[in-house]
């Protein structure tokens, strides 16, 4: 019966095992670069959410600042005004449109 050759006495084997060695190179590599791209993908993510949050907070501030500039003027110091609590972020309306049907 003959014996099958190991990878060590054999240089088929072997050099093969090189090949998978560059090919894991390669795709550690080709991972690194992903995992670049990915994060650089992220950062600019948060980094859009951040402006819009602040966009957002400077158009709710100017709104209110409006709104006591004319609550000043239609009152005339008479110290009446909503609080920021009261304000919506969102567009949704506060009831529904239609009565829910039974």
């Known amino acids: 019966m003959w014996r099958t050759p190991l990878a060590d006495e ?3 084997i072997a050099a093969s095992d090189d090949i998978t060695t560059d090919l894991q190179g390669i795709t550690t590599m080709y991972e690194y670069e992903l995992h670049q791209a990915r994060s650089a993908e992220l ?3 948060a980094e ?4 819009a949050r602040e966009a957002v907070r ?3 501030a100017a709104r209110r600042e409006a709104t006591e500039r004319t609550a000043l ?3 005339a110091g008479d110290g009446t005004r909503e609080s920021a609590e ?3 972020h969102t567009r949704r309306p506060r ?3 239609f009565p829910r049907t039974a």
């Open 10 to 12: 054999s240089g088929v």
């Open 48 to 51: 859009h959410e951040r402006l």
């Open 43 to 45: 950062l600019r993510r």
């Open 73 to 75: 003027r239609e009152n």
């Open 95 to 97: 009831r529904l449109r």
């Open 58 to 60: 400077g158009r709710r």
């Open 86 to 88: 009261s304000e919506p």
